[in-house]
């Protein structure tokens, strides 16, 4: 989990620290304590970014991986009886990881929208256009 929490902070900034890099720069004290994947865990790691391909998209968010997906993925490569659920449960607290940590940022980014889980903002934007007799423009 450390190494995916890791990845979600820095992957995206990868350009950024290049340049501190090449400029000699400090680069930030999290970056550099980078986490290693624990011994065996290469292929839960690559696992969990082809599953995550699978995930569902809509309204702006992403979904969970779907349990086809991953009980696929683990019959696919030899993967049975107890082997296969503590499979799926780690690759199910990774995803729920991604997705705890993804969703915030996917959030932030709604202007003059709301999100569809919101019931009242939903009912409140609804009001709104219905007052203005157009797009709500709060």
Sequence with gaps: MECLRWHLKWSPQRKHIDRLEKKGRLLPADYLDRPLLAYGARFLWDAFWELTTERPMGFGAEGRIPYTAIRLFARDHGLVKDAAHWFRTVIREMDAEYLGIRAPTAASHLVNETPMNDVKGV????????????????
């Design 123 to 138: 009912r409140g934007l609804l009001r709104r256009h219905a007052r203005k007799g157009g797009p709500a423009s709060n």
